[in-house]
């Protein structure tokens, strides 16, 4: 569903947090979009503060990312792996 979303919906980030984390971790929207797209969720989902959370890892790039709609995702944060 991310993928789909990605793919064809739309995509936000939130200001100013996860816009500070990518410059904090050198990771650009491309970065992002990259996980999103070939990324892979290996644990359950997380509530928190009201939505259900979701980490999308790849080798080195975690991406947190909450489903807002069927159309609709928020990036909440990223990071890289060290």
């Keep these: 569903m991310i993928k789909r979303i990605f793919a064809e919906g739309t995509v936000t980030y939130s200001k100013p947090h996860s816009e500070e984390r990518l410059v904090k971790h050198g990771l650009t929207k491309v970065d992002i979009g990259n996980v999103l797209r070939a990324g892979t969720i290996s644990e359950h989902p997380e509530w ?3 939505a259900w959370r979701y980490k999308i890892h790849s080798n080195k790039i975690v991406v947190v990312v909450e489903i807002w709609s069927e159309s609709r995702i928020f990036i909440v ?3 890289r792996l060290k």
């Design 48 to 50: 928190e503060n009201g």
């Design 77 to 79: 944060t990223a990071w």
